[in-house]
């Protein structure tokens, strides 16, 4: 499935997803998002591709994160390599966005560079319960995740897990660097 055809599916599934759990007719979504009711109704069945403002008229409409729209399910521990991920176009710009990751959490974040190198692994205690790790490989190559379920990240690729249970860093190449952002319910 290429990257248009993922978008409308994903799209199609969550509109109507949240727009039922909002308890919103098409017609009353349609009108506060500012877009057409047949538009909205092409969106949901997914006979449409929709541009990064109709989307962004939808999410506001929702009072969800624009990410909310485009982001599809996730497992335990999500990983997203390099050159994947949903691409959103703009009608009115030569713009195009790829979503790594989103959080429907309210809270804290905290973002930080890690610099590791090969030897033992850093093996973490859980965090608080809630918390959501991202990491996004830039140099090297590193193993992370849950203890029982880490995987090997190479140069752009991200991983998704839960904090909040026992977890580990571990670099495989010398000179490896990461981001990592942790985001606290």
Known sequence: ??????????????????????????????ATAGVGKS???QLESG???????T???IARSLGVPFGRLIETPVPDVRVVRAGEGVQVG??????????????????STELYLLEIE???????????????EHVLVLDGTLRAGP????????PGDLA??????????EAVAPGTRALLWMDYA
């Not at 703009?90 to 809270?107: E, H, N, V």
């Not at 203890?147 to 190479?154: D, I, K, R, Y």
């Open 147 to 154: 203890e029982a379920a880490s995987v090997t990240l190479e």
């Open 1 to 30: 499935m290429d990257d248009a055809t993922a978008l409308v599916t994903t799209v199609a599934r969550n509109v109507r997803e949240l727009r039922e759990r909002a308890g919103l007719s098409l017609g009353q979504l349609a």
């Open 55 to 57: 989307l962004w008229s």
């Open 39 to 41: 538009t909205l109704s």
């Open 47 to 53: 006979n449409a591709n929709p541009s990064v403002e």
């Open 90 to 107: 703009s009608d009115s710009a030569p713009y195009r966005a790829r979503l790594l990751a989103t959080s429907a959490r309210r809270g």
């Open 118 to 132: 090969p030897g033992a692994a850093r093996h973490a205690e859980p965090h608080i319960a809630g918390v959501v």
């Open 160 to 169: 998704s897990f839960g904090g909040d249970a026992p977890h580990r860093y």
